[in-house]
DNA sequence: TCCATTTTATGACTTAAATCATGAAAAACT
DNA sequence: AGTTTTTCATGATTTAAGTCATAAAATGGA
């Protein structure tokens, strides 16, 4: 998203997260931007039962958690490393005098935040109403044309566990197992050995 | 949101609509850009049954459609007149000459933009994980939180159908209409002769 | 290399919400 | 004012996805 050399000259630095770690949690009030240098980072919510919800993934060079940094909420989610991460990290104030002296950087977060809207809006009718194989089978389409799946013989490796399709499209396991199965039966997938491709 | 009378100076027109008029429809490419002048929005999508679901509902001074229209995309959701309304209208390449010219538009987009990222990401994490009445009474304290709802001695009074309310949560009327029983007998809100209150 | 954990897989069963049916009350047209 | 349509309401039934149990394969640490 924005240069590092930029975000440096506010001010940036780099922290490292282990696997696991949360970078903020849901309730906390927004202090910083904060962009991906190396790894992978998730948001995420637990409902009462302890099911996970993730909202979003994140990758290389995108950064998360402004909105409630433009409109002074609380994290409305967690953030967690997917695996080690390092992320650069500048504070509140930096970051909007960042945007003020950088009138084009303005575009280019309006054009992201834009890009999550255009996701959520989606994947909110999806889940809301529509069965779970057309739940699975929107999400990977999604995530083919935004995330670096790696493009093979068998089509698009779709880089994401069983579990993980799940808590994205707010099925269980199962139930992912199975709409996957249905969905290689009706040749609208791969299944090689246990890796889906698209 | 943006002054009308800066949006005439860009060339900006205004259309009247009748109830259940289509303004744009899901597939369509983004050439404008709306604002409500009076009247009520709402955008929706219908899934493959044809049961509806409402992304949201837009009024007075509210603006909605930006996101594809920055990022490209056509529209994943129709926006359909819920009541007669006016609503004024630019085209997209005047709409980013007043952006590229009134930098502190952006911020105000920017802001927006949060809002409805906040709006989605709480309710996707409702929808896909929580019991009916947890989402339905998410949906009602949102809802007093972000639009105008009228506070009156009854408390705040719930300005949505019970069938708006299921389109807006992925529930079906009847499960709405039981749920809010239910939150009624807990003590959670008041329902004076038909009408819903928290 | 070995052990623990995670991931994928499948069958049996349970359950909560959808569906279906029906009707009264209220609202919106004509 | 009268008629049509929408909204709210409730009971009975169905069903699809969740839950539970179990296990093999793969992965990741120690």
Redesign the pocket.
Known sequence: MIAVSLLEEYGGIIKNYK?GDFIFEEGNRPLHYYQIISGEVKMNNYND?G?EFIQGIFYKNQCFGEPPLFIDQMYPANAVAVIDSEIIIITKDKFLDLLKNNSEISLKIIKNLSQRLYYKSVMAAEISSQ???HRVLRLIDYSIEQLNFKKEEAGFLIN???????DLT????????????SLEKKGDLK?I????YR
């Open positions: 696997s039962e099911k069965d779970p194989e994401f566990t069983r579990q993980q399709i799940g707010g099925l269980r396991v199962e139930t992912v197992i199975r709409a996957i199965k299944i050995n246990r890796k889906v």
